[in-house]
């Protein structure tokens, strides 16, 4: 592992089932816990929601076995890192300038951006704010789309009634609160094998009723959930510790994010990949269609048989895809900046 320039402090000792220690590292307004492997080109890991750094748990020592130094961040209001309570922090500015200063802190010019779920929702936008400290972007079920002709939440709405978690989430305090009362009840209900055809069809758009599910659902199948237990009991730890409210700010910043976004240029012209999860109904490959307009010197792959949380489900075939996408690219993405 390397040094620690520029203010990051090392934690204590305590490596969470193998992952890393982390690392605190002054990103400006706010301080971010950063789980460092490997030495070499700077592949940054952004999670999703609900999930930590901890995701990336089979990612991060794939990357460094393979000569990279692998950099997992818990994004601010989330697991080890600061969690201020005023949405205003959470829209796409802030939380891409975030990164920008850990960058910074890591005495690191530039580096593939790697974004899953939200994660996703920020690396292809770090590419239009921050052009100069991304060399390239992988997106992992979230693809990189030009702005709706309107704000999104008014299109969620009219589209999928006020139940979809995106409206419900606007409310202050209600879903966090209600997720709170069993925070491994919620996690063991959200990393599931995914829905099958039939029941996807049964549920229709109640399955995108997060809160009511939760509260109104059977108990999860333990055979259906992805995780370990000592997994699991990982997320609750880091939630019990950080709440919900930073997480669920990130809804409440997506008109905010309209926007701050719908004039900038959506052209993204860095080497990019864009790997979708055949069974993904959040993300459905379909929903990256047409990405080649604004994104050209992107590749696609899909991973057969998959659901949403890909880390989790098909590490390996995640990990032979961006592996095999950055050593064949690995001179554009990590050639020394000639500007």
Same mark, same amino acid.
């Not at 009511?212 to 370990?228: E, H, I, K, N, T």
């Not at 609750?236 to 409440?252: C, D, H, K, P, W």
């Given at each position: 592992?390397?040094?620690?320039?520029?203010? /990051?402090?090392?934690a204590?000792?305590?490596? +969470?089932?193998?992952?890393?220690?982390?690392?605190?590292?002054d990103?400006?307004?706010?301080?971010? /816990?950063? !789980?460092?492997?490997?030495?070499?080109?700077?592949?940054?890991?952004?999670?999703?929601w609900?999930? &930590?750094?901890?995701?990336?748990?089979?990612?991060?020592?794939?990357?460094?076995?393979?000569?990279?130094?692998?950099?997992?961040?818990?994004?601010?209001?989330?697991?080890?890192?600061?969690?201020?309570?005023?949405?205003?922090?959470?829209?796409?500015?802030?939380?891409?300038?975030?990164?920008?200063? +850990?960058l910074?802190?890591?005495?690191?010019?530039?580096?593939?951006?790697?974004?899953?779920?939200?994660?996703?929702? &920020?690396?292809?936008? +770090?590419?239009q704010?921050?052009?100069?400290?991304?060399?390239?972007?992988?997106?992992?079920?979230?693809?990189?789309?030009?702005?709706?002709?309107?704000?999104?939440?008014?299109?969620? *709405?009219?589209?999928?009634?006020?139940?979809? !978690?995106?409206?419900?989430?606007?409310?202050?305090?209600?879903?966090?609160? =209600?997720?709170?009362?069993?925070i491994?009840?919620?996690?063991?209900?959200?990393?599931?094998?995914?829905?099958?055809?039939?029941?996807?069809?049964?549920?229709?758009?109640? &399955?995108?009723d997060?809160?009511? #599910?939760?509260?109104?659902?059977?108990?999860?199948?333990?055979?259906?959930?992805?995780?370990?237990?000592?997994?699991?009991?990982?997320?609750?730890?880091?939630?019990?510790?950080?709440?919900?409210?930073?997480?669920?700010?990130?809804?409440?910043?997506?008109?905010?994010? !309209?926007?701050?976004?719908?004039?900038?240029?959506?052209?993204?012209?860095?080497?990019?990949? +864009?790997?979708?999860?055949?069974?993904?109904?959040?993300?459905?490959?379909?929903?990256?269609?047409?990405?080649?307009?604004?994104?050209?010197?992107?590749?696609?792959?899909?991973?057969?048989?998959?659901?949403?949380?890909?880390?989790? *489900?098909?590490?390996?075939?995640l990990?032979? =895809? &961006?592996?095999?996408? =950055?050593?064949?690219?690995?001179? #554009?993405?990590?050639?020394?900046?000639?500007?």
């Amino acid at each position: 592992m390397q040094g620690l320039p520029n203010g /990051a402090v090392r934690a204590h000792p305590g490596a +969470m089932n193998g992952f890393p220690d982390p690392q605190f590292v002054d990103a400006g307004a706010v301080r971010l /816990a950063a !789980y460092q492997a490997g030495d070499g080109p700077p592949v940054i890991l952004v999670h999703g929601w609900p999930e &930590i750094a901890y995701s990336w748990k089979y990612q991060i020592a794939a990357l460094a076995d393979a000569g990279y130094r692998a950099i997992a961040p818990d994004l601010k209001g989330f697991g080890r890192s600061d969690a201020p309570k005023d949405k205003s922090h959470y829209d796409i500015r802030r939380m891409s300038d975030d990164l920008a200063r +850990m960058l910074d802190a890591l005495d690191i010019e530039r580096a593939v951006f790697c974004g899953h779920d939200w994660g996703g929702a &920020i690396v292809w936008p +770090m590419a239009q704010l921050h052009p100069a400290r991304v060399a390239g972007v992988i997106g992992v079920c979230t693809p990189h789309r030009p702005p709706p002709p309107a704000p999104p939440l008014s299109i969620i *709405e009219e589209r999928f009634g006020p139940k979809h !978690y995106f409206i419900q989430f606007q409310q202050e305090k209600t879903p966090e609160a =209600l997720f709170e009362t069993d925070i491994g009840r919620f996690f063991r209900l959200m990393f599931r094998r995914p829905a099958d055809r039939a029941d996807i069809e049964r549920l229709g758009d109640r &399955i995108f009723d997060l809160p009511g #599910r939760f509260r109104d659902g059977p108990a999860p199948d333990r055979a259906q959930v992805l995780l370990s237990d000592a997994d699991i009991e990982t997320y609750v730890a880091a939630y019990r510790r950080s709440g919900f409210t930073g997480g669920i700010n990130l809804y409440r910043n997506i008109d905010r994010n !309209y926007e701050l976004m719908r004039d900038v240029d959506p052209v993204i012209d860095k080497p990019a990949l +864009m790997i979708s999860a055949q069974r993904d109904y959040f993300l459905p490959p379909e929903s990256a269609d047409g990405i080649e307009k604004i994104v050209p010197n992107v590749e696609r792959a899909l991973i057969e048989d998959c659901g949403h949380w890909v880390t989790w *489900e098909k590490p390996a075939e995640l990990n032979r =895809l &961006i592996l095999d996408w =950055l050593a064949r690219h690995a001179d #554009r993405l990590f050639a020394p900046d000639r500007r």
